[in-house]
T-cell receptor, first 112, second 112 residues
Framework: EDKVVQSPLSLVVHEGDTVTLNCSYEVTNFRSLLWYKQEKKAPTFLFML????IEKKSGRLSSILDKKELFSILNITATQTGDSAVYLC????????????FGKGTHLIIQP | DAGITQSPRHKVTETGTPVTLRCHQT?????MYWYRQDPGHGLRLIHY???????DKGEVSDGYSVSRSKTEDFLLTLESATSSQTSVYFC???????????FGPGTRLTVL
């Protein structure tokens, strides 16, 4: 059974701090790993990673994948209150369009 | 935002009644997915479609059926709703099998 584990489950930091969110996985026939941000609505896409060691960046957010150790991290620098959300990690695996296996998410709260 | 709509957005129904949720896309994407999101479980795949009339089961398909008669529409049916199917249901689409998925706004279903 495919498994995706995120840590920590919740995190409270102050505005301006840097945070690192973790995602480890055990899946058969890995294809890609995706990060989403979810506020009180639908998840919105952040990054997709398919190759090991390549960093994806968008502004203050960045992510890297380690296919050997089977994990990914999502970094957020200079956090803002608008970064408060649940961050979801998902893995696509299998032989076809089998959908995504999601972790339970990290609930990030940024205090002013 | 990707052109995905879901209807209805909210529904309250009674145990034993049939319920159909609709997902409509204007992106002409081949792949469509239904997920449910519950506290403590995260997002879980119910069914997915890889083309018109081509569907398959996901992780939590028991009690659900789907149909896709047109590229743009993917229907999720609960033949006889149960309280355990109270959840938020998200539809997602993707252009390719290994590609980011974009989510619809969600349907909050309550089964009394």
């Amino acid at each position: 059974e495919d498994k995706v584990v995120q840590s920590p489950l919740s995190l409270v930091v102050h505005e301006g701090d840097t945070v690192t969110l973790n995602c480890s996985y055990e899946v058969t026939n890995f294809r890609s790993l995706l990060w989403y941000k979810q506020e009180k609505k639908a998840p919105t896409f952040l990054f997709m990673l398919t190759s090991s060691g390549i960093e994806k960046k968008s502004g203050r957010l960045s992510s890297i994948l380690d296919k050997k150790e089977l994990f990914s991290i999502l970094n957020i620098t200079a956090t803002q209150t608008g970064d408060s959300a649940v961050y979801l990690c998902a893995v696509e695996a299998g032989g076809g369009a089998d959908g995504l296996t999601f972790g339970k998410g990290t609930h990030l709260i940024i205090q002013p | 935002d990707a052109g995905i709509t879901q209807s209805p957005r909210h529904k309250v129904t009674e145990t034993g009644t049939p319920v159909t949720l609709r997902c409509h896309q204007t992106e002409n994407h081949r792949y469509m997915y239904w997920y449910r999101q519950d506290p403590g479980h995260g997002l879980r795949l119910i069914h997915y479609s890889y083309g018109v009339k081509d569907t398959d089961k996901g992780e939590v398909s028991d009690g659900y059926s789907v149909s896709r008669s047109k590229t743009e529409d993917f229907l999720l049916t609960l033949e006889s709703a149960t309280s355990s199917q109270t959840s938020v249901y998200f539809c997602a689409i993707s252009e390719l099998s290994v590609n980011e998925q974009f989510f619809g706004p969600g349907t909050r279903l309550t089964v009394l």
